[in-house]
Structures are given as C-alpha cells and as structure tokens.
C-alpha cells in the first residue's frame, strides 16, 4: 500500500454532466445580469462570456512562457522542460466581474462568486458521487493513509459542491487549479502538491479517469499512477500506460486492486 492517495475529483470520485450551450442557460443568466442593471441579449451574453475566457487563457498562457524562459535562463529547465506550458486555468470569477463591468456596473465579490454559482446551476444536470466512494475513503482514513484532491477546477464551484457531496472531511489537503493559475497535466501543479504537504512521490499514486491530464503528468512527477475509465473519461483512452488500470467504474475493484 502506499502513503498518499492523491484523487482527481470530477469523472473519478464525482459523476457530473453539465450543459453550457443550452439557449436555457443564457436566457436565464442573461435576466439575472438584467437584474443587476447589466443588460444583455442571451445571445450577447454568451458571446461576451466565450471571448472573455479566451482573452484570460491567453493572458496566463503568455505569462507561463514567460515564467518557463525566465527558469531556462537561469539554467534550472531540466525537468520544467517537459512541463505543459498550454495548459493555464483561469479563475473564472474575473469573467463574471468582467461581463458586469462590460455594462458599466461595478460588482462586489459576493455578487461576482453569486453570479458564477448561478452558471453553473444553471449548467449542471447532474451532479453525485461514484458508487462506494465514501467507503473507500472512509477505509483510507481508518488506515491512516494520506488522502489528497488534485483537481482541474474551479473554487467558485467545487469547493461548495465538495460541501453538498459531503466528502471534503475526508481529504488532508485540496489544491484546486483555479488558485494556481495551471492545471493538470503541468508538472508544477503536481509539485505545488507534493512540496506543499511534504509527500515523497515514490510513496503517492494519483488517481484519475483522463489518460494525459492525470495519468501523464503524476508519472512526470515521479508518482505512481492509476487509471479508472469513466463514463466522462476523454475519447480515445483506451491504452493507457498506467501502474494500475481499470477500464470500469468500479470502486470496489478499485480497492481490491490498489490493496485498500
């Protein structure tokens, strides 16, 4: 058994389907901003939003360079060589912010982080965790194990649903993408993690349902690896070259094959 379990969330522990391009949800989004005095056509909304997000991956893509040339300069590239640099992740609250500032309306952070939640109840059809989730964490912490998320997400979201699902008890520590402005598959946010709680990557195994973001980027770390195909699992996973490899969403055998 290892010392540290380190979990993607969504498509692992979490089944989630989310709608974004139902005029629904511009409609209804596009009247709460209308509600604020922030005036928008569903169809502007959406366009303004789609352009927004784009403009703030491209801000944090350029900065990643920069930050990756600045580390070559200095001659200590040798393993930021192989990070990811296309993968920035924005905080999406500065959209929200900016889609009212759009229309000439100043918002407070309540109404910003409201705003967002709103989206994405709007956007999610459904959300509940995995068959025998909180058991296997449940018999994680018994064994005194270490239990760690790492998740491409954003906080806005996912630390209130972590609170809904009611599992955010069971982890040690939560890192979530949106603080650190990159996201899995860059090998600095697994390192974000490791450094953070003092893991020793040959005693972690991360545990995931995407093939490139989880899997690819832990052995980039040194970690480990442990592969569970999901019902949103990326097309195309099929051979994956992982430590351990589950081609089911199966939580029990998941157990039985990692020795929990």
């Known amino acids: 058994m290892y010392q540290n379990y380190?979990?993607?969330?969504?498509?692992?522990?979490?089944?989630?389907?989310?709608?974004?391009?139902?005029?629904?949800?511009?409609?209804?989004?596009?009247?709460?901003?209308?509600?604020?005095?922030?005036?928008?056509?569903?169809?502007?909304?959406?366009?303004?939003?789609?352009?927004?997000?784009?403009?703030?991956?491209?801000?944090?893509?350029?900065?990643?360079?920069?930050?990756?040339?600045?580390?070559?300069?200095?001659?200590?590239?040798?393993?930021?060589?192989?990070?990811?640099e296309g993968y920035p992740e924005i905080q999406i609250e500065t959209v929200f912010e900016g889609l009212y500032r759009e229309k000439g309306v100043e918002s407070d952070k309540q109404l910003t982080i409201h705003t967002g939640q709103m989206f994405r109840a709007l956007t999610t059809e459904y959300i509940c965790l995995y068959p025998g989730v909180k058991e296997m964490l449940e018999r994680l912490r018994k064994r005194g194990k270490g239990v760690y998320l790492l998740s491409n997400a954003q906080k806005i979201f996912t630390e209130y649903e972590l609170h809904m699902l009611e599992i955010v008890q069971y982890f040690d520590g939560i890192m979530i993408s949106s603080e650190y402005g990159v996201k899995k598959p860059d090998i600095r946010f697994f390192e974000i993690l490791l450094d953070t709680y003092c893991l020793d990557p040959e005693e972690s195994i991360m545990i995931g349902n995407d093939a490139l973001c989880d899997i690819e980027g832990a052995k980039l770390a040194g970690m480990d690896t442990c592969y569970i195909h999901s019902n949103i699992s990326p097309p195309g996973d099929s051979n994956v070259n992982a430590t351990y490899v589950q081609m089911k969403m199966d939580m029990e055998k998941v157990c039985r094959m990692l020795g929990i």
């Not at 089944?15 to 596009?30: F, G, M, N, Q």
């Not at 909304?45 to 200095?74: F, K, M, P, T």
């Open 6 to 84: 380190i979990f993607d969330l969504y498509g692992t522990l979490v089944d989630i389907h989310t709608r974004e391009d139902s005029p629904s949800v511009w409609e209804k989004l596009a009247l709460f901003y209308g509600y604020h005095d922030a005036l928008y056509t569903p169809r502007e909304l959406q366009e303004a939003y789609g352009r927004l997000v784009q403009s703030q991956e491209e801000i944090l893509a350029r900065d990643i360079v920069a930050y990756n040339r600045r580390r070559r300069e200095e001659k200590a590239a040798a393993r930021n060589a192989e990070s990811h």
